[in-house]
């Protein structure tokens, strides 16, 4: 099991940009699946991006071509650039990671989209 620490978020208003970092630790040096869900009040999580270890990529299709997914210089740190934001982009998001197939979750980080 790794610790999740996420950075980022906050607030933007529509078209907006932000950025979500998360970094792993506890873990060993091997490159694993990490990623994003999101969750709206009062629903499940929803996978927004995942990057696998060899660095394939998928999104979720309302956010192709607005959010890209890339692990930082440290490879078991990742982040999520968010362009083009849109009001039904928020909510809690959270990192997670999968070394050895255990799945853990970070504590989740508000992204606010108004006006």
């Known amino acids: 099991q790794v610790q999740l620490v996420e950075s980022g978020g906050g607030s933007a208003q529509p078209g907006g940009s932000l950025r979500l970092s998360c970094a792993a630790s506890g873990s060993s040096s091997d490159s694993y699946a990490m990623g994003w869900y999101r969750q709206f009040p009062g629903e499940q999580r929803e996978l927004v991006a995942a990057i696998l270890p060899d660095s394939s990529t998928t999104y979720r299709d309302d956010v192709k071509g607005r959010f890209t997914i890339a692990r930082a210089s440290a490879k078991n740190e990742i982040y999520l650039q968010m362009s083009n934001l849109r009001i039904e982009d928020t909510a809690v998001y959270y990192c997670?990671?999968?070394?050895?197939?255990?799945?853990?979750w970070g504590q989740g980080t508000q992204v606010t989209v108004s006006s």
């Open positions: 997670y990671a999968m070394p050895g197939g255990i799945l853990s």
